[in-house]
């Protein structure tokens, strides 16, 4: 229950203010797409960047619009986070370290649709469909997992009860 | 003067199929939406549920 409810503050918030405001999420799009851009140029692959799009030189782009650059999943991550009980501490670890990795995930995410378009283009339906089930949710799963396992862990130590998330 | 404006004029309409025969960009880029967000919503719910169920169940 609180989960859902700090989800659904979270879609309020994200749908209506930050969203509309744009500037989280244009830094987001265009960040990822420049660090990718530039670990796809530093292996060897000639990349084309402007603003929120990137390609392989000479090929189709791929376009990282505002919602579709991983705002909405860090919130439903930090969510599952801030309702499950746990050390505060260790909570703050939890939700600053996953968002740094979903964001790094991200940035793989955008080159390999950079990649994928080069190599298949063909594909690209299925390949932006799923990629966020490789990209993103075993390191969510896994660590939601680790977070209910630690808290878990610190209530056998310090006595106290779950909360109902 | 006249003269050669009508002819700069005249000479100048065959390159207009020049112009107008430009390559085209390439398609129009693919966007990158996240799917299946309700589902590992669901999956993070059913695994809270789980560990509540196992510690009730201790």
Redesign the interface.
């Given at each position: 229950m609180k989960a859902g409810g700090v989800y659904a503050a979270w879609l309020l918030i994200y749908d209506f203010v930050v969203l509309p405001d744009g500037r989280v999420d244009t830094w987001l799009s265009i960040t990822g797409v420049k660090l990718a851009a530039a670990g796809l140029s530093f292996v060897g692959w000639e990349i084309e960047t402007a603003g929120r799009f990137i390609a392989c030189a000479g090929n189709r782009g791929v376009e990282i619009q505002n919602g579709c650059n991983g705002m909405e999943l860090l919130g439903l991550y930090a969510g599952f986070i801030i309702a499950y009980s746990g050390d505060a501490k260790k909570r703050l670890m939890f939700i600053a370290g996953g968002i740094g990795m979903l964001f790094i995930a991200n940035v793989f995410r955008i080159a390999f649709f950079a990649l994928s378009n080069l190599y298949y283009p063909q594909y690209w339906d299925p390949v932006h469909h799923y990629s966020s089930y490789v990209f993103f949710y075993p390191i969510v799963l896994t660590l939601w997992y680790l977070w209910t396992t630690v808290s878990d862990r610190n209530d056998i130590f310090s006595g106290a009860s779950l909360s109902s998330a | 003067m006249r003269n050669k404006i009508a002819q700069i004029m005249v000479l100048s309409l065959p390159l207009i199929t020049v112009i107008t025969a430009q390559p085209s960009f390439?398609?129009a880029?693919?966007?990158?939406?996240?799917?299946?967000?309700g589902l590992?919503?669901a999956?993070?719910?059913a695994?809270?549920l789980k560990?509540?169920y196992d510690?009730h169940k201790k």
């Open positions: - | 390439p398609g880029p693919a966007q990158a939406p996240i799917g299946g967000l590992l919503a999956a993070g719910g695994m809270a560990k509540l510690k």
